[in-house]
Protein backbone atom coordinates (compact mmCIF):
# COMPACT_ATOMS: atom_id res chain seq x y z
CA UNK A 1 0.00 0.00 0.00
CA UNK A 2 1.31 3.27 -1.17
CA UNK A 3 1.03 6.65 0.62
CA UNK A 4 0.43 10.07 -0.52
CA UNK A 5 0.79 13.10 1.68
CA UNK A 6 1.95 17.15 0.34
CA UNK A 7 5.68 17.87 1.31
CA UNK A 8 4.93 21.42 2.46
CA UNK A 9 6.84 22.92 -0.32
CA UNK A 10 10.07 19.84 0.87
CA UNK A 11 13.56 20.10 2.19
CA UNK A 12 15.82 21.97 0.38
CA UNK A 13 17.36 20.63 -2.70
CA UNK A 14 14.59 18.44 -3.15
CA UNK A 15 11.61 18.68 -5.93
CA UNK A 16 8.95 20.41 -4.33
CA UNK A 17 5.77 18.12 -5.24
CA UNK A 18 2.87 16.13 -4.15
CA UNK A 19 4.19 12.90 -2.85
CA UNK A 20 3.19 9.66 -3.68
CA UNK A 21 5.06 5.87 -3.08
CA UNK A 22 5.44 2.66 -1.59
CA UNK A 23 5.81 4.19 1.76
CA UNK A 24 8.44 1.76 3.08
CA UNK A 25 12.02 0.47 1.76
CA UNK A 26 15.08 -1.63 2.74
CA UNK A 27 18.43 -0.08 1.75
CA UNK A 28 21.59 -2.38 1.80
CA UNK A 29 24.78 -0.01 2.38
CA UNK A 30 28.36 -0.85 2.27
CA UNK A 31 31.16 -0.44 4.42
CA UNK A 32 33.93 1.86 3.73
CA UNK A 33 37.92 3.27 4.23
CA UNK A 34 38.54 6.35 4.68
CA UNK A 35 42.23 7.64 3.80
CA UNK A 36 43.95 4.80 1.94
CA UNK A 37 47.22 5.90 3.88
CA UNK A 38 47.98 9.45 2.40
CA UNK A 39 44.75 10.74 1.67
CA UNK A 40 43.70 11.83 4.48
CA UNK A 41 39.95 12.76 4.76
CA UNK A 42 39.84 12.60 0.65
CA UNK A 43 39.96 9.42 -0.27
CA UNK A 44 37.61 6.56 0.52
CA UNK A 45 36.25 3.14 -0.38
CA UNK A 46 32.95 1.12 -0.67
CA UNK A 47 33.78 -2.22 1.38
CA UNK A 48 31.33 -4.95 0.33
CA UNK A 49 29.77 -5.35 3.95
CA UNK A 50 26.74 -4.25 4.50
CA UNK A 51 24.13 -3.24 7.05
CA UNK A 52 20.60 -2.93 5.67
CA UNK A 53 17.72 -0.42 7.01
CA UNK A 54 14.33 -1.01 6.52
CA UNK A 55 11.94 1.68 7.56
CA UNK A 56 7.43 0.66 7.42
CA UNK A 57 5.31 2.99 8.62
CA UNK A 58 4.15 1.97 12.39
CA UNK A 59 1.86 2.96 15.60
CA UNK A 60 5.11 5.34 16.89
CA UNK A 61 8.35 5.83 16.04
CA UNK A 62 10.73 3.30 17.21
CA UNK A 63 13.73 1.23 16.55
CA UNK A 64 14.59 -2.27 16.45
CA UNK A 65 18.08 -4.26 15.27
CA UNK A 66 19.80 -7.41 14.93
CA UNK A 67 22.47 -8.80 13.45
CA UNK A 68 26.30 -9.01 14.93
CA UNK A 69 26.55 -5.72 16.42
CA UNK A 70 22.76 -4.61 17.00
CA UNK A 71 23.69 -3.47 20.47
CA UNK A 72 25.51 -0.76 18.95
CA UNK A 73 22.18 0.37 17.19
CA UNK A 74 20.96 3.70 18.91
CA UNK A 75 16.93 2.84 20.00
CA UNK A 76 16.32 6.63 20.57
CA UNK A 77 15.01 7.80 17.51
CA UNK A 78 17.13 11.76 18.40
CA UNK A 79 19.81 10.11 18.10
CA UNK A 80 19.76 6.94 15.42
CA UNK A 81 21.39 9.02 12.47
CA UNK A 82 19.59 6.47 10.23
CA UNK A 83 16.28 7.78 11.37
CA UNK A 84 17.63 11.34 11.93
CA UNK A 85 18.68 11.31 8.11
CA UNK A 86 15.46 9.81 7.20
CA UNK A 87 13.60 11.88 9.03
CA UNK A 88 15.27 14.91 7.27
CA UNK A 89 13.77 14.40 3.58
CA UNK A 90 10.60 12.86 4.50
CA UNK A 91 7.47 14.41 4.03
CA UNK A 92 6.05 16.11 7.24
CA UNK A 93 2.71 14.22 7.17
CA UNK A 94 4.66 10.91 6.59
CA UNK A 95 3.70 9.71 10.18
CA UNK A 96 5.54 7.24 12.43
CA UNK A 97 8.12 4.96 11.22
CA UNK A 98 9.38 1.47 12.46
CA UNK A 99 13.36 0.91 11.54
CA UNK A 100 14.72 -2.07 11.62
CA UNK A 101 18.61 -2.04 11.54
CA UNK A 102 20.87 -4.90 10.71
CA UNK A 103 24.10 -3.90 11.34
CA UNK A 104 27.36 -6.35 10.58
CA UNK A 105 29.63 -3.58 10.09
CA UNK A 106 31.84 -2.86 13.07
CA UNK A 107 30.94 -0.61 15.51
CA UNK A 108 33.70 2.48 16.08
CA UNK A 109 35.91 0.54 13.19
CA UNK A 110 36.96 3.01 11.30
CA UNK A 111 34.43 0.98 8.65
CA UNK A 112 32.36 3.97 8.13
CA UNK A 113 29.33 2.16 10.25
CA UNK A 114 28.11 5.70 10.70
CA UNK A 115 28.24 7.19 7.00
CA UNK A 116 26.17 3.48 6.45
CA UNK A 117 23.64 4.83 8.40
CA UNK A 118 23.04 8.22 7.07
CA UNK A 119 23.65 7.26 3.61
CA UNK A 120 21.01 4.07 4.47
CA UNK A 121 18.16 6.90 5.73
CA UNK A 122 18.38 9.37 2.91
CA UNK A 123 18.43 6.30 0.85
CA UNK A 124 15.42 4.79 2.25
CA UNK A 125 13.62 8.38 2.30
CA UNK A 126 13.94 8.73 -1.36
CA UNK A 127 12.70 5.33 -2.46
CA UNK A 128 9.92 5.28 0.41
CA UNK A 129 8.45 8.72 -0.48
CA UNK A 130 9.52 8.76 -4.72
CA UNK A 131 11.42 12.16 -4.26
CA UNK A 132 13.65 13.17 -6.50
CA UNK A 133 16.86 14.33 -5.30
CA UNK A 134 20.47 14.79 -7.01
CA UNK A 135 22.78 13.15 -6.39
CA UNK A 136 25.32 15.61 -5.29
CA UNK A 137 22.61 16.62 -3.17
CA UNK A 138 22.20 13.37 -1.50
CA UNK A 139 26.29 13.65 -1.12
CA UNK A 140 25.96 17.40 0.41
CA UNK A 141 23.28 16.36 2.96
CA UNK A 142 25.67 13.01 4.27
CA UNK A 143 28.38 14.64 4.38
CA UNK A 144 26.47 17.34 6.46
CA UNK A 145 24.96 14.71 8.91
CA UNK A 146 28.49 13.14 9.20
CA UNK A 147 30.81 15.95 9.40
CA UNK A 148 32.65 14.82 6.55
CA UNK A 149 32.52 13.45 3.08
CA UNK A 150 35.34 10.60 2.58
CA UNK A 151 33.24 7.87 4.05
CA UNK A 152 29.47 8.72 3.19
CA UNK A 153 30.72 9.53 -1.05
CA UNK A 154 31.87 5.70 -1.41
CA UNK A 155 28.99 4.71 0.85
CA UNK A 156 26.39 6.23 -1.83
CA UNK A 157 28.57 6.42 -5.09
CA UNK A 158 30.30 2.79 -4.80
CA UNK A 159 34.11 2.49 -5.56
CA UNK A 160 36.92 4.83 -4.83
CA UNK A 161 35.81 8.14 -4.12
CA UNK A 162 37.93 11.32 -4.27
CA UNK A 163 36.23 14.32 -2.37
CA UNK A 164 37.31 18.12 -1.95
CA UNK A 165 35.98 18.07 2.03
CA UNK A 166 36.40 22.46 1.56
CA UNK A 167 35.25 22.99 -1.86
CA UNK A 168 32.00 24.88 -2.19
CA UNK A 169 29.96 21.98 -3.79
CA UNK A 170 31.54 19.07 -2.38
CA UNK A 171 33.54 18.17 -5.88
CA UNK A 172 34.05 14.16 -6.09
CA UNK A 173 35.59 11.60 -8.71
CA UNK A 174 34.48 7.90 -8.54
CA UNK A 175 37.02 5.58 -9.79
CA UNK A 176 36.57 1.81 -10.31
CA UNK A 177 38.35 -0.26 -7.79
CA UNK A 178 40.35 -3.12 -9.87
CA UNK A 179 38.53 -6.59 -8.98
CA UNK A 180 41.92 -8.22 -9.04
CA UNK A 181 42.98 -6.92 -5.79
CA UNK A 182 42.18 -8.81 -2.78
CA UNK A 183 40.98 -6.88 0.94
CA UNK A 184 42.20 -8.18 4.07
CA UNK A 185 40.78 -5.92 7.62
CA UNK A 186 41.66 -7.25 10.82
CA UNK A 187 40.15 -5.43 13.19
CA UNK A 188 41.33 -5.40 16.84
CA UNK A 189 39.41 -5.91 19.71
CA UNK A 190 39.97 -2.27 21.23
CA UNK A 191 37.88 1.22 20.13
CA UNK A 192 39.09 4.33 18.92
CA UNK A 193 36.65 7.15 19.38
CA UNK A 194 36.46 8.88 16.10
CA UNK A 195 36.49 12.67 18.20
CA UNK A 196 39.77 11.44 20.07
CA UNK A 197 41.73 10.19 16.83
CA UNK A 198 40.93 13.48 15.30
CA UNK A 199 41.95 15.42 18.93
CA UNK A 200 45.76 14.02 18.92
CA UNK A 201 46.03 15.37 15.21
CA UNK A 202 48.43 19.02 15.12
CA UNK A 203 46.74 22.35 13.77
CA UNK A 204 49.35 22.81 11.41
CA UNK A 205 52.13 20.43 9.86
CA UNK A 206 55.49 20.52 8.27
CA UNK A 207 55.48 21.88 4.60
CA UNK A 208 57.34 18.73 3.58
CA UNK A 209 54.87 16.09 5.31
CA UNK A 210 51.92 18.10 3.66
CA UNK A 211 53.70 17.66 0.21
CA UNK A 212 55.02 13.84 0.46
CA UNK A 213 51.09 13.14 1.27
CA UNK A 214 50.03 15.14 -2.06
CA UNK A 215 52.20 13.59 -4.17
CA UNK A 216 51.00 10.37 -2.48
CA UNK A 217 47.24 10.81 -2.77
CA UNK A 218 47.49 11.64 -6.52
CA UNK A 219 50.20 8.48 -6.71
CA UNK A 220 47.17 6.60 -5.30
CA UNK A 221 44.66 7.98 -7.38
CA UNK A 222 46.62 6.99 -10.62
CA UNK A 223 47.57 3.77 -9.62
CA UNK A 224 44.53 2.80 -8.78
CA UNK A 225 43.15 3.88 -12.42
CA UNK A 226 46.45 2.30 -14.14
CA UNK A 227 46.35 -1.01 -12.51
CA UNK A 228 50.04 -0.43 -11.08
CA UNK A 229 49.62 -2.49 -7.73
CA UNK A 230 53.55 -2.25 -7.71
CA UNK A 231 52.81 1.87 -6.33
CA UNK A 232 50.46 0.72 -3.50
CA UNK A 233 53.20 0.48 -0.93
CA UNK A 234 54.42 3.89 -1.55
CA UNK A 235 51.10 5.59 -2.44
CA UNK A 236 49.61 4.09 1.09
CA UNK A 237 52.66 5.75 3.11
CA UNK A 238 51.31 8.87 5.42
CA UNK A 239 52.82 11.70 7.28
CA UNK A 240 49.92 13.21 8.33
CA UNK A 241 48.01 11.66 10.24
CA UNK A 242 48.87 7.64 11.39
CA UNK A 243 51.73 8.82 13.11
CA UNK A 244 50.18 10.36 15.83
CA UNK A 245 47.50 8.03 16.22
CA UNK A 246 49.58 5.18 16.73
CA UNK A 247 49.57 5.73 20.04
CA UNK A 248 45.54 5.36 20.06
CA UNK A 249 46.26 2.04 17.64
CA UNK A 250 48.80 0.06 19.07
CA UNK A 251 48.22 -3.29 16.48
CA UNK A 252 49.08 -1.20 13.55
CA UNK A 253 52.31 -1.09 12.96
CA UNK A 254 53.32 -5.21 13.70
CA UNK A 255 49.68 -5.70 11.55
CA UNK A 256 51.15 -3.31 8.84
CA UNK A 257 54.40 -4.89 8.95
CA UNK A 258 53.14 -8.44 8.75
CA UNK A 259 50.85 -7.25 5.55
CA UNK A 260 53.48 -6.44 3.68
CA UNK A 261 56.12 -9.64 5.11
CA UNK A 262 53.21 -11.68 3.52
CA UNK A 263 53.49 -9.95 0.28
CA UNK A 264 50.29 -7.33 0.09
CA UNK A 265 50.61 -4.92 -1.95
CA UNK A 266 50.12 -1.69 0.56
CA UNK A 267 48.52 -1.23 3.77
CA UNK A 268 46.97 1.78 5.97
CA UNK A 269 44.72 2.63 9.18
CA UNK A 270 41.30 2.44 8.01
CA UNK A 271 39.86 5.53 8.58
CA UNK A 272 40.72 6.30 12.37
CA UNK A 273 41.15 3.32 13.53
CA UNK A 274 41.56 0.98 15.15
CA UNK A 275 40.96 -1.58 11.64
CA UNK A 276 43.86 -2.74 9.27
CA UNK A 277 43.64 -2.43 5.59
CA UNK A 278 45.48 -4.06 3.49
CA UNK A 279 45.55 -4.34 -0.60
CA UNK A 280 46.96 -7.52 -2.77
CA UNK A 281 46.94 -10.26 -4.87
CA UNK A 282 43.62 -12.44 -4.38
CA UNK A 283 45.60 -15.73 -3.83
CA UNK A 284 47.57 -14.20 -0.98
CA UNK A 285 44.09 -13.13 0.93
CA UNK A 286 44.45 -16.08 3.21
CA UNK A 287 48.14 -15.65 4.01
CA UNK A 288 48.21 -11.82 4.68
CA UNK A 289 44.87 -12.06 6.71
CA UNK A 290 46.53 -15.41 8.90
CA UNK A 291 49.62 -12.97 9.06
CA UNK A 292 48.11 -9.95 10.30
CA UNK A 293 45.79 -11.43 12.99
CA UNK A 294 49.11 -13.55 14.45
CA UNK A 295 50.36 -9.89 14.73
CA UNK A 296 47.93 -8.61 16.37
CA UNK A 297 47.66 -11.41 18.99
CA UNK A 298 50.99 -11.15 19.07
CA UNK A 299 50.67 -7.65 20.49
CA UNK A 300 48.58 -8.41 23.27
CA UNK A 301 45.11 -7.87 21.24
CA UNK A 302 42.14 -9.75 20.06
CA UNK A 303 41.02 -9.13 16.93
CA UNK A 304 38.86 -10.48 14.06
CA UNK A 305 39.72 -10.44 10.85
CA UNK A 306 37.40 -10.11 7.29
CA UNK A 307 38.17 -10.81 3.75
CA UNK A 308 36.11 -8.70 1.29
CA UNK A 309 36.27 -7.26 -2.24
CA UNK A 310 35.82 -3.47 -2.94
CA UNK A 311 31.94 -2.50 -3.20
CA UNK A 312 31.24 -1.41 -6.99
CA UNK A 313 27.91 -0.43 -5.89
CA UNK A 314 26.93 1.98 -3.19
CA UNK A 315 24.25 1.69 -1.07
CA UNK A 316 21.26 0.43 -3.55
CA UNK A 317 17.12 -1.45 -2.27
CA UNK A 318 16.94 -4.95 -1.60
CA UNK A 319 15.63 -7.56 -3.52
CA UNK A 320 12.98 -7.50 -0.78
CA UNK A 321 12.02 -4.19 -1.67
CA UNK A 322 12.39 -4.68 -5.23
CA UNK A 323 9.92 -7.85 -5.24
CA UNK A 324 7.41 -5.96 -3.13
CA UNK A 325 6.92 -2.88 -5.05
CA UNK A 326 7.09 -4.97 -8.93
CA UNK A 327 4.10 -6.74 -7.29
CA UNK A 328 2.51 -4.04 -6.10
CA UNK A 329 3.11 -2.43 -9.74
CA UNK A 330 1.01 -5.54 -11.49
Known amino acids: MGVECETNGGPPGVAAKTVSGPGWAEVAVPASSGNLGAGFDALGLALELRNTYRFEPSSHDHIEASGKFAEFVPRDVRRNLAFRAFRSLA???????RLHARRIIPAQGGLGSSASAIVGGLVAATLAFDLEV???ELLRRAAELEGHADNVAPALLGGMVITVPDGPDLPWLRLEFPAAVGIVLVVPGYRVPTHRARQVLPEQVPRADAVANLARAALMAGAVSHGRFDLFREAMTDRLHQPYRSALNPALEPCMAAALDAGAYGVALSGSGPTVIAFGPRDRNLSVASS?????????????TYVVGAAAEGAYPTEAWRTRTRQADL
Open 134 to 136: PQD
Open 91 to 97: PTAAGPY
Open 292 to 304: MSDACLDSGHSCE
